[in-house]
């Protein structure tokens, strides 16, 4: 496992044990967190095509949150998923996790509806945060990992071939 992985992970733990400690930090989780987590890691993105599917994430969350607090619906569901994926093609937002975050509000118990957005923001904000710090740690100490795991495998070799 190499180290954006492992710092990901620990991120994505961390936002689920916040989000089931304190209250109002309740939206701040949500499962597509991790799908997200997985896309940004195993494709190479610039930072305006990370602003961009950030906007995006943002945006249907907002769309979300408004039809479900007009009326909460499987009608207002196909409008709001019909948005999504629309606007996800007219603006190139090369993310398909963006259209699961704009369901979020539809299964959303949470009493501070209005929150998802400001979550979505924040997780994703953070997210980013934290794979440029992990990027960070991986350039600087990468090398370092890999020839002590090196090493490690060639004493192993050695044992079996003993």
């Given at each position: 496992?190499?180290?954006?992985?492992?710092i990901i992970c620990l991120y994505v733990?961390?936002?689920?044990?916040?989000?089931?400690?304190?209250?109002?930090?309740?939206?701040?989780?949500?499962?597509?967190?991790?799908?997200?987590?997985?896309?940004?890691?195993?494709?190479?993105?610039?930072?305006?095509?990370?602003?961009?599917?950030?906007l995006g994430a943002v945006i249907t969350?907002?769309?979300?949150?408004?039809?479900?607090?007009?009326?909460?619906?499987?009608?207002?569901?196909?409008?709001?998923?019909?948005?999504?994926?629309?606007?996800?093609?007219?603006?190139?937002?090369n993310a398909p996790p963006i259209a699961?975050?704009?369901?979020?509000?539809?299964?959303?118990?949470?009493?501070?509806?209005?929150?998802?957005?400001?979550?979505?923001?924040?997780?994703?904000?953070?997210?980013?945060?934290?794979?440029?710090?992990?990027?960070?740690?991986?350039?600087?100490?990468?090398?370092?990992?890999?020839?002590?795991?090196?090493?490690?495998?060639?004493?192993?070799?050695?044992?079996?071939?003993?």
């Amino acid at each position: 496992m190499n180290v954006k992985t492992l710092i990901i992970c620990l991120y994505v733990m961390m936002i689920y044990w916040l989000s089931l400690h304190i209250s109002f930090l309740d939206t701040l989780f949500f499962p597509t967190l991790g799908a997200f987590s997985f896309l940004f890691i195993s494709r190479h993105f610039t930072m305006r095509e990370l602003s961009k599917v950030l906007l995006g994430a943002v945006i249907t969350s907002i769309i979300g949150t408004v039809l479900v607090s007009v009326y909460s619906s499987a009608i207002t569901l196909f409008i709001n998923v019909a948005i999504a994926i629309w606007l996800i093609k007219k603006f190139k937002w090369n993310a398909p996790p963006i259209a699961a975050i704009a369901l979020i509000p539809f299964f959303s118990h949470s009493p501070h509806k209005w929150a998802i957005p400001i979550s979505v923001l924040a997780a994703l904000l953070g997210l980013m945060g934290v794979l440029y710090v992990a990027g960070l740690a991986e350039r600087r100490f990468g090398q370092r990992l890999e020839l002590l795991a090196g090493s490690r495998e060639t004493a192993g070799e050695r044992d079996i071939a003993s």
